[in-house]
């Protein structure tokens, strides 16, 4: 009695062991037959079940299951891309941490994970040609977790994310990029972009900075972070940095320009009077160092002329002529320089009229009338 007993729960046993396995089996069959619906049906069944959910097994065939689902033309329509691929991701992860990459189901599970970045990194783009940004960056998050080294996925989620206005997030797929040894002139300008959008002129100006650990010798950097500088009224600050930036660009005229304007604030006109005669060596209609050079000789001649009249007429009668007329040479020296400047710019007053102060001093009656009917016109 007591054997038969003992039989007929070993055959119980046996029964719901394989009831339990059915459900794998089952969807297996059904997988081959190509009647996903019901092997998805069974294999929702074995992820349940205490006998069989723990088995790498169970979980492969899932992600396969669901990784078919995606790709048919028929059964997709019943799940949409995202939810299929995470679940197939899932399904293949957790076939890995049951028993390990190095094991059977954990090597194919390993290398049918590879194969899904394809499937979720194309879900993100669909969702974003469709406008869906925050679908997008979750499969987007999804491929990074298939590929954590590969740039391709956190780039898309950070165009994403910019699409979304949300920076916060862009940024933060920009700083994965850096972690995993990325770098590219493109990404530290969207970064700028972000931050000026932001209004952050410290961040500006850091990740102008980090830009130029990366590319020591990028020109717009340089000129970027140049223009922070001066922006902020750092100009002796910023000598060291044009510099750096001429040795990048030598035929940036405006390089020259701008480091004498600083110069020329600094009290240094020697120096200054050299960056600007290089400006115009370089480019003979640069605005600016023609400009200021009309400036420089123009007051030369004016504080000789003033000198002159402040002389006692004892004074003036020794020398007050040669002063006078060392300070028309200067205020003939200007006026080719103001000359070049209003071809530069013929609109622009301030150098309309430095023309017809320079040549009514020079006696040239008619020409600074013209300048002078200019200013008028100008006005209406």
Same mark, same amino acid.
């Given at each position: 009695m007591k054997k038969t007993l003992l039989t007929l729960v070993a055959a119980a046993a046996l029964h719901t062991a394989s009831a339990q396995n059915s459900a794998v089996t089952n969807a297996i069959l059904y997988q081959k037959q190509g009647t996903l619906d019901k092997a998805r049906t069974e294999?929702?069944?074995?992820?349940?079940?205490?006998?069989?959910?723990?088995?790498?097994?169970?979980?492969y065939t899932r992600g396969e299951i669901y990784e078919g689902i995606v790709a048919s033309p028929i059964y997709g329509k019943s799940l949409p891309v995202m939810e299929g691929t995470k679940t197939a991701f899932e399904s293949y992860s957790k076939a890995v941490s049951l028993e390990g990459k190095d094991s059977?189901?954990?090597? *194919?599970?390993?290398? /049918?994970?590879?194969?899904?970045?394809?499937?979720?990194?194309?879900?993100?783009?669909?969702?974003?040609?469709?406008?869906?940004?925050?679908?997008?960056?979750?499969?987007?998050?999804?491929?990074?977790? #298939?590929?954590?080294?590969?740039?391709?996925?956190y780039l898309y989620a950070a165009y994403a994310s910019e699409?979304?206005?949300?920076?916060?997030?862009? /940024?933060?797929?920009?700083?994965?990029?850096q972690g995993i040894g990325y770098k590219s002139p493109q990404m530290y300008g969207r970064l700028l972009q972000i931050a000026r959008q932001e209004k952050d002129d410290a961040a500006a100006l850091k990740v102008v900075q980090d830009a130029l650990v990366a590319y020591p010798t990028n020109k717009s950097f340089m000129l970027e972070e140049l223009n922070m500088y001066l922006s902020a009224g750092r100009g002796k600050e910023a000598l060291d940095k044009i510099d750096r930036a001429i040795a990048a660009d030598p035929t940036n005229s405006n390089l020259y320009a701008v480091k004498g304007s #600083?110069?020329?604030?600094?009290?240094?006109?020697?120096?200054?009077?050299?960056?600007?005669r290089k400006a115009v060596?370089?480019?003979?209609?640069?605005?600016?160092?023609?400009?200021?050079?009309?400036?420089?000789?123009?007051?030369?001649?004016?504080?000789?002329?003033?000198?002159?009249?402040? *002389?006692?007429?004892?004074?003036?009668?020794?020398?007050?002529? /040669?002063?006078?007329?060392?300070?028309?040479?200067?205020?003939?020296?200007?006026?080719?320089?103001?000359?070049k400047a209003l071809q530069a710019q013929p609109n622009d007053r301030s150098t309309i009229s430095s023309l017809q102060k320079a040549y009514l001093r020079v006696?040239?009656?008619?020409?600074?009338? /013209? *300048?002078?009917a200019k200013l008028d016109a100008s006005k209406k």
């Open positions: 294999i929702d069944k074995a992820i349940t079940n205490e006998k069989t959910q723990g088995k790498a097994k169970t979980w059977e189901y954990g090597k *194919m599970a390993t290398a /049918k994970l590879d194969g899904l970045y394809g499937l979720a990194l194309n879900a993100g783009v669909e969702s974003y040609n469709g406008k869906d940004y925050a679908k997008a960056i979750d499969s987007y998050r999804m491929a990074q977790q #298939i590929r954590p080294q590969d740039s391709t996925a699409a979304n206005q949300d920076f916060g997030g862009a /940024k933060e797929m920009y700083g994965k990029l #600083i110069l020329d604030g600094d009290k240094q006109p020697v120096k200054a009077l050299e960056a600007y060596e370089v480019d003979p209609t640069n605005f600016d160092a023609n400009f200021n050079l009309g400036v420089y000789s123009y007051n030369k001649g004016a504080d000789l002329f003033t000198k002159a009249s402040k *002389m006692s007429l004892a004074d003036y009668n020794k020398n007050g002529k /040669k002063f006078e007329a060392d300070g028309k040479k200067w205020f003939q020296e200007s006026i080719p320089y103001f000359e006696g040239r009656t008619a020409d600074s009338e /013209k *300048m002078s």
